[in-house]
């Protein structure tokens, strides 16, 4: 299993933003911190605002914000919204596997409810 860049992209924003919770950050140095699209990172801060983990800040002086501390966001939730976790193509939603009685889409299931348990137990403020 690989998280998209996106989800990666979304993680390190919080980080820098949890590293500098006394100010308001901009999108360009973010960016430019890590080496990323300005572009891109833009659509990343559209998806948190909307899921209320940063605030945005308008105007002169604007730029982003973590909405609350970082205790308060848990890993293995962030990931569950922003990653597609049907890993294969029969646990996609009404589709039933070629193969009867095949075990692997619940030893898969099985995995990555191991994967999410640690995320679950993770907090941003762990990764600081």
């Given at each position: 299993?690989?998280?998209?860049q ?12 949890a590293g500098?919770r006394?100010?308001?950050v901009?999108?360009r140095?973010?960016?430019d911190?890590?080496?990323?699209s300005?572009?891109?990172?833009k659509?990343?801060v559209?998806?948190?605002a ?10 002169k002086?604007?730029?982003l914000?973590?909405a609350?501390?970082p ?7 962030l ?10 193509p ?10 009867p009685?095949c075990?692997?889409?619940?030893i ?9 348990g640690v995320?679950d ?6 990764l600081?």
């Amino acid at each position: 299993m690989k998280i998209t860049q996106f989800t990666d992209y979304s993680l390190r924003l919080m980080l820098y933003l949890a590293g500098n919770r006394e100010r308001v950050v901009t999108v360009r140095e973010v960016a430019d911190f890590y080496g990323i699209s300005s572009e891109h990172l833009k659509k990343i801060v559209r998806r948190l605002a909307e899921l209320g983990y940063l605030s945005t800040v308008r105007g002169k002086n604007g730029g982003l914000l973590l909405a609350c501390d970082p205790q308060a966001i848990n890993l293995g939730r962030l990931m569950r919204q922003e990653e597609n976790l049907a890993l294969l193509p029969c646990s996609e939603p009404g589709c039933t596997c070629p193969v009867p009685a095949c075990k692997l889409a619940g030893i898969v299931d099985e995995a990555l409810d191991a994967f999410l348990g640690v995320l679950d137990r993770k907090t941003l403020a762990d990764l600081i």
